[in-house]
């Protein structure tokens, strides 16, 4: 009976030294260093663990620590309900994320291959809709380390490499198992008596061992192969530069007039309209301006809010300019089943040359994007290829968006042209300190970097920084 204690409290042991691990991973790649980088050591400890249970405990430390800020960001979202609001959430989104490959990775053999199989469909499924709309902190992001300027393709032979990276190591574990099995006192000894030879051999073991081998040296054959095509894109990436006429602007304001009210909404819309036109006095013309997310408030049509949007049209149209402003576009089609059930978009609304509505593809879930609920942001999950503005294809990356697979892949998901420019509008005005934006500047980077195109970034806040 003291054995089989001591054994519990070994296994139990170990599994907290797997989510401690995998906790400072998550921390170490998605904290203020953002190494990216060091992803592939999550699939290396996926293949490493001998268990389903201590893969399990692995994959859930590293939401835990790569989600550390999602503390301040609910506590600073609802105040009222600091700081155990942060700290109840906190590890319920981490069990969220982490629940499809727990799924996924009790299905199946303990052979390598069936192991990097399970963290490839895990890799798929997390990045694309329905899971993608809120699966944070992919190890896809290394993508944008490895295959600078691949776009797609490079999403592809990152997914090749984790899952490859987690089949070598898994080899790697199963065949210094089979050796120790086959060593005297080994568990899985199979003996031949000396009637039939003279020698005393473990069959089992070393057969595995040896299909082990071959697993590694094939799959660190083809990792060597695709990490010679990763040095050589990376010699000969160079960083795109935004074109001059693009103008992020940050400011220092709320993204949302409080308390909300049709009156205030007018006025934050002359607002912005006054300030707008004071920029354009100071810039050359023929530019492109891009404003924070939601600066506008809420907008609907009617004739208050026309007077300031006319003034700011027909400007920017005498300029040749086109100015984008982040706003939460309220449009007839947004009604929905009666008059007083309604939805809206988290937008980009353009004025001057040419007028546009450019709708974030996925807005924040549960702060804005609730279907279930009146109110609620609209999703476009299965919108695909660029937005076009003037002829000039670009992708639109909205703050949270930033963070997600599927929504700047999809703008790059066409036989036509590919967007050339990344426009991210922001909203941070909530935050309390830069690490949430700091994340998102690191994974903008990353999706520039990736997709070999220039990003142009505009905040409500002090923490916002161009790219």
């Known amino acids: 009976m003291r054995f089989g204690k001591g054994a519990r409290v070994q296994a139990l042991g170990r599994l907290v030294l797997w989510v401690a691990g995998g906790c400072a991973l998550g921390a170490v790649c998605w904290g203020d260093l953002g190494q990216f980088v060091l992803l592939p050591i999550l ?186 095509v990763s040095l050589i894109f990376n010699v000969l990436h160079v960083r795109p530069v935004a074109p001059v006429r693009f103008v992020g602007v940050n400011l220092r304001w709320k993204a949302l007039p409080k308390p909300l009210s049709f009156w205030r909404n007018v006025e934050r819309q002359r607002r912005v309209t006054e300030a707008v036109l004071h920029m354009l006095r100071h810039l050359p013309e023929h530019r492109v301006v891009l404003l924070p997310e939601g600066i506008e408030g809420f907008y609907f049509p009617n004739w208050l809010s026309n007077v300031w949007t006319a003034r700011l049209q027909a400007e920017a149209l005498a300029r040749r300019d086109e100015v984008l402003v982040g706003a939460y576009d309220i449009s007839s089609d947004s009604l929905v089943g009666h008059r007083h059930a309604w939805r809206y978009v988290d937008a980009l609304n353009a004025y001057g040359k040419h007028r546009g509505v450019y709708a974030s593809r996925q807005p924040v879930p549960l702060g804005e994007w609730k279907p279930w609920e009146n109110g609620s942001a609209r999703a476009f999950w299965w919108e695909t290829g660029p937005d076009d503005l003037g002829g000039m294809p670009f992708a639109l990356s909205v703050c949270y968006s930033q963070l997600l697979v599927w929504p700047t892949a999809s703008y790059f998901l066409t036989l036509g042209p590919v967007p050339k420019v990344i426009l991210a509008p922001e909203n941070h005005d909530w935050e309390r300190t830069p690490a949430e934006n700091g994340i998102q500047q690191r994974a903008l980077q990353a999706w ?3 997709y070999g195109v220039p990003a142009v970034v505009a905040n409500d806040t002090v923490f916002g920084k161009g790219v």
Not at 114 to 129: E, K, N
Not at 136 to 161: I, N
């Open 43 to 228: 699939a290396m400890g996926y293949g490493l663990a001998a268990r389903k249970v201590s893969r399990a405990a692995w994959m859930l430390g590293y939401f835990l620590g790569g989600s550390w800020t999602l503390l301040g960001v609910f506590n600073a979202f609802w105040p009222a309900a600091a700081p155990w609001l942060g700290l109840l959430m906190w590890p319920a989104v981490a069990l969220l994320l982490v629940l499809p490959w727990w799924l996924i990775g009790a299905v199946g053999r303990e052979t390598p291959w069936v192991i990097g199989m399970r963290f490839l469909l895990s890799l798929c499924i997390t990045a694309v809709p329905p899971l993608g709309a809120w699966s944070l902190l992919s190890p896809l992001f290394v993508a944008g380390v490895l295959f600078p300027g691949q776009g797609l393709l490079g999403l592809v032979l990152a997914a090749l490499v984790l899952a490859l990276w987690s089949v070598f190591f898994a080899a790697v574990r199963g065949r210094r198992e089979g050796v120790r099995a086959a060593l005297p006192g080994g568990s899985d000894v199979t003996l031949v008596t000396p009637s039939e030879t003279s020698v005393t051999h473990a069959v089992t073991p070393v057969t595995r061992s040896v299909t082990h081998l071959v697993t590694q040296q094939f799959a660190l054959g083809v990792l060597l192969a695709i990490m010679a």
């Open 448 to 450: 520039a970097r990736l």
